[in-house]
């Protein structure tokens, strides 16, 4: 009987400033956040206001157009979108950028 064998090759990690880790925001569980996230969707009829967007998914992301790390207002809808996964992910990528995170 043949038995499958395990990888013997493990990764090392050799990073010598290791990131921290991710801690979740209070904020995010919050009924305000939801009611506000609940809102912003609903405002934008459950399609994603990216330009030339307008897809819909199961889940939809609404998005602080000002982030919250640059001032933006917590809980004002005018400082709310909703996006798809995609461009939720892309728009948040491009806040770091502008910000000095990331690559």
């Not at 897809?55 to 809980?75: C, K, Q, S, V, Y």
């Not at 996006?83 to 892309?90: K, V």
């Amino acid at each position: 009987m043949v038995k499958m064998l395990g990888p013997r090759i493990t990764t090392l990690d050799v990073r010598s400033a290791k990131p921290a880790p991710k801690a979740n925001d209070k904020f995010y569980f919050s009924r305000d956040y939801r009611a506000w996230r609940e809102a912003v969707i609903a405002r934008a009829g459950g399609r994603c206001q990216w330009p030339g967007c307008g897809t819909t998914e199961g889940r939809m992301h609404a998005d602080h157009i000002i982030e919250r790390r640059d001032g933006g207002a917590d809980l004002d809808p005018r400082n709310g979108q909703c996006l798809c996964h995609r461009h939720h992910t892309l728009k948040t990528h491009q806040a770091a950028r502008a910000r000095g995170v990331g690559g």
